[in-house]
């Protein structure tokens, strides 16, 4: 069975710092995807990134990075220059097999509180 | 840009009462879903709908518990006795393929008396 630990449950950094959120996924597929959502205070849920399986490149987007390795089951997600509004609940999440219709493994979710 | 809509945004219902919370999915997308987040908590997969019928469904969604696209644009979630424990937000989610990733709506807020 599939399963996603964030073992992070809240991080605090003063604005301007990076910051890292641990992802660790535990599958016995060979194709999978993995997610991060970003939660903020309003509630809803935002979509940042997927990968799947087959591809480990790292991908960055402005402030945004993540470093997907296989090897150690792990997919991180990295905010360089935080600011306050990347305040927010941040989870990591799983879908086994090719896509179609299974539903996402989410993990616990990271806290994450930016302070001015 | 489309969205998935849900509605209500906050509903109270006293316990042993049915509710049906309600979803419009984006117009072409072919897959949905239904999440629960208990307050807190992590967000947990419900049920998955395609082709009108149920592809997957979770350890929480018993009998209690029962989904229908009734028309072609919307996805409802029944719950047929509610309990105190049912109270969460409840996220309606939907996609186009297998392939793209799943878009959510802003959620139900339940709340059970």
């Known amino acids: 069975a599939q399963k996603v630990t964030q073992a992070q449950t809240e991080i605090s950094v003063v604005e301007k710092e990076d910051v890292t959120l641990d992802c660790v996924y535990e599958?016995?597929?060979?194709?999978?995807?993995l997610f991060w959502y970003k939660q903020p205070p309003s509630g809803e849920l935002v979509f940042l990134i997927r990968?799947?399986?087959?591809?480990?490149q790292n991908e960055i987007s402005g402030r945004y990075s993540w470093n997907f390795q296989k090897s150690t089951s792990s997919f991180n997600f990295t905010i360089t220059a935080s600011q306050v509004v990347d305040s927010a609940v941040y989870f990591c999440?799983?879908?086994?097999?090719?896509?179609?219709?299974?539903?996402?493994?989410f993990g616990k979710g990271t806290h994450l509180i930016i302070q001015p | 840009e489309p969205e998935v809509t849900q509605t209500p945004s906050h509903q109270v219902t006293q316990m042993g009462q049915e509710v049906i919370l309600r979803c419009v999915p984006i117009?072409?997308?072919?897959?949905f879903y239904w999440y629960r987040q208990i307050l807190g908590q992590k967000v947990e997969f419900l049920v998955s709908?395609?082709?009108?019928?149920?592809?997957?469904k979770s350890e929480i969604f018993d009998d209690q518990f029962s989904v229908e696209r009734p028309d072609g644009s919307n996805f409802t979630l029944k719950i047929r006795s509610t309990k105190l424990e049912d109270s969460a937000m409840y996220f309606c989610?939907?996609?186009?393929?297998?392939?793209?990733?799943?878009?959510f709506g802003d959620g139900t807020r339940l709340s059970i008396l």
């Open positions: 989610a939907s996609r186009e393929t297998g392939l793209e990733p799943q878009h």
């Open positions: 999440a799983l879908s086994e097999g090719g896509g179609g219709a299974d539903g996402l493994t």
């Open positions: 709908f395609y082709n009108n019928e149920i592809s997957e």
């Open positions: 117009s072409n997308h072919l897959y």
């Open positions: 990968r799947n399986s087959f591809d480990e």
């Open positions: 599958t016995r597929d060979t194709t999978y995807y």
